[in-house]
Every structure is written in structure tokens, then in C-alpha cells.
């Protein structure tokens, strides 16, 4: 079974804070993505990457950064929180881009106040 | 622009009745409809349709793609208690495969 693990489940960080959101895949997947997940607004893409040093831009990367030094990691940054960034983060990883199917962590819940 | 609707935002059924979850899209290039199941963890993969898949069925949940007009539906019948979560719609592309786009989820609560 493919396992994504996110380093945290609950997460209070205050305004101003740099903001690391770590996630482990276990499958060797090429392709990582990280989404924020809002009441009315759904799943938007924040970041996604094809390999290892590879990123590209999602539809909401305003406020974020990321890493992927390794294939199975990849680490969303948010350099100086904000109270809007308050969220429910997923991470999700896939084989490749021929694949459509994506497999979700638990999701870190990020409060910052 | 690309969207994706679902319908209802959300429902309250009690166990035993039969609930039909809808998802229409609007979407360039339409490859394929993903359905995912979420609890309070992560989201959790039910079904893939394309043209060459456009209904699946797994014990009690079934699905079904009409790319005439560009909507699915998820048939979840003798609902239980386990059936409740949020639904996820979620569309791929050809020619841009990154993306998924995804609509804003149905609610379920099925109530004993």
C-alpha cells in the first residue's frame, strides 16, 4: 500500500512565523504535490514537483515555497505566516505524469493566530 | 475557465436509504473523473472514469460518466454509518496532466 505521511496533524503558529510542513512518501513516486483545502473553495494547488529539485507553480502559490532535496520528501515553506494562511494542508504523491491518480496524506491543520 | 460542481454541497440520510452524489464539469481537453472519499484523514481514492471506463462498481458504491453531458454521478446504496465523509469530484486533463481540478466536496452524514 502507498503511505504518505505528513509530519503533523495539528499545528498553532503565530503571525510571522517561518513554517516548515513536512511529507514522506514511501512508493518511490516521481510526482509530489501540496494543496490547501478550504470550506467552499476545495482542493487548490499550491506547488507540485516532477523530481527531485523540481517545482513548478500551482494555482496558489502566493506565500509558499518549497523543497524536495529527496524524492520521497517534500517540504512546504511559508516564509512569514499569515492569519490567511489557515488551513488544512494535503500532500499527495503519484507514479508519474502519465498517472491520474493521486494518494493524500492526512493533512496538517494549520492555525495561525 | 475549467470548473468543477458538485451537488449537494451536503446531505443527511438515515442508514438503509440510497444517496446519489452528483459532480458536473466544465473542463478543456477532459481526460478523466476521479472520485475520492474523505474522512477525517486523508483522502481516500473509490473510482477512475474515462471513455473507456464510464461506470464502475464496488459493493454498495457505484459510479457512472456521461461525457455527453459533461457529468458523473456516485450511487452509494443501504447507506451506513462508515458511508459518512466528504465526497471529491476531481477531473484530469490531457496535455496538462499535473493538475487535477477538483470541486468543493458533498457532505454526507448518514445518521443510524
Known amino acids: 500500500d502507498v503511505k504518505v505521511t505528513q509530519s503533523s496533524r495539528y499545528l498553532v503558529k503565530r503571525t510571522g512565523e517561518k513554517v516548515f510542513l513536512e511529507c514522506v512518501q514511501d512508493m518511490d513516486h516521481e510526482n509530489m504535490f501540496w494543496y490547501r483545502q478550504d470550506p467552499g473553495l476545495g482542493l487548490r494547488l499550491i506547488y507540485f514537483s516532477y523530481d527531485v529539485k523540481m517545482k513548478e507553480k500551482g494555482d496558489i502559490p502566493e506565500g509558499y515555497s518549497v523543497s524536495r532535496e529527496k524524492k520521497e520528501r517534500f517540504s512546504l515553506i511559508l516564509e512569514s505566516a499569515s492569519t490567511n494562511q489557515t488551513s488544512m494542508y494535503l500532500c499527495?504523491?503519484?507514479?508519474?505524469?502519465?498517472?491520474?491518480?493521486?494518494?493524500f496524506g492526512p493533512g496538517t491543520r494549520l492555525t495561525v493566530t | 475557465e475549467d470548473k468543477v460542481v458538485q451537488s449537494p454541497l451536503s446531505l443527511v440520510v438515515h442508514e438503509g436509504d440510497t444517496v446519489t452524489l452528483n459532480c458536473s464539469y466544465e473542463?478543456?481537453?477532459?481526460?478523466?473523473l476521479l472520485w475520492y472519499k474523505q474522512e477525517k484523514k486523508a483522502p481516500t481514492f473509490l473510482f477512475m472514469l474515462?471513455?473507456?471506463?464510464i461506470e464502475k462498481k464496488s459493493g454498495r458504491l457505484s459510479s457512472i460518466l456521461d461525457k455527453k453531458e459533461l457529468f458523473s454521478i456516485l450511487n452509494i446504496t443501504a447507506t451506513q454509518t462508515g458511508d459518512s465523509a466528504i465526497y471529491l469530484c476531481?477531473?484530469?486533463?490531457?496535455?496538462?496532466?499535473?493538475?487535477?481540478?477538483f470541486g468543493t466536496g458533498t457532505r454526507l452524514q448518514v445518521f443510524p
Open positions: 474515462t471513455s473507456s471506463g
Open positions: 473542463v478543456t481537453n477532459f481526460r478523466s
Open positions: 476531481a477531473v484530469g486533463r490531457d496535455y496538462n496532466t499535473d493538475k487535477l481540478i
Open positions: 499527495a504523491s503519484r507514479p508519474g505524469t502519465s498517472y491520474y491518480e493521486q494518494y
